[in-house]
């Protein structure tokens, strides 16, 4: 799992990011419209238990008008807790 988050692999999907044509259909979807907020949670919730973490970002989709998934949020907030950030 640590491969998942190497410089390298972080770099590549910045620039991918950076570099993809802006589409008003993909923008409206969810996961794009709460993607920064987590990436912000991931950074902001480094080394916090994993309960208030998954608390964050439980708001942070519900504040986009999402239900959130309460398994794929506890995985993501395991991460955060030992330090990776899985957003970014």
Same mark, same amino acid.
């Given at each position: 799992?640590?491969? =998942?988050?190497?410089?390298?692999?972080? @770099?590549?999907?910045?620039?991918?990011? @950076?570099? =993809?044509?802006?589409?008003?259909? @993909?923008?409206?979807? @969810?996961?794009? =419209?709460? =993607?920064?907020?987590?990436?912000? &949670?991931?950074?902001?919730? #480094?080394?916090?238990?994993?309960? !208030?973490?998954?608390? $964050?970002?439980?708001? !942070?989709?519900? $504040?986009?008008?999402?239900?959130?998934?309460? !398994? $794929?949020? $506890?995985? *993501?907030?395991?991460? &955060? #807790? !030992?330090?990776?950030?899985? *957003?970014?």
């Amino acid at each position: 799992m640590s491969g =998942r988050y190497t410089a390298g692999n972080h @770099l590549q999907q910045e620039l991918l990011r @950076l570099l =993809r044509p802006h589409s008003r259909r @993909l923008g409206e979807q @969810l996961s794009e =419209r709460v =993607r920064p907020r987590l990436a912000e &949670i991931g950074r902001t919730h #480094s080394g916090r238990p994993a309960p !208030a973490v998954v608390s $964050a970002l439980a708001d !942070a989709v519900r $504040a986009e008008g999402g239900k959130p998934d309460m !398994a $794929a949020l $506890a995985e *993501f907030a395991e991460d &955060i #807790s !030992a330090g990776r950030n899985p *957003f970014e």
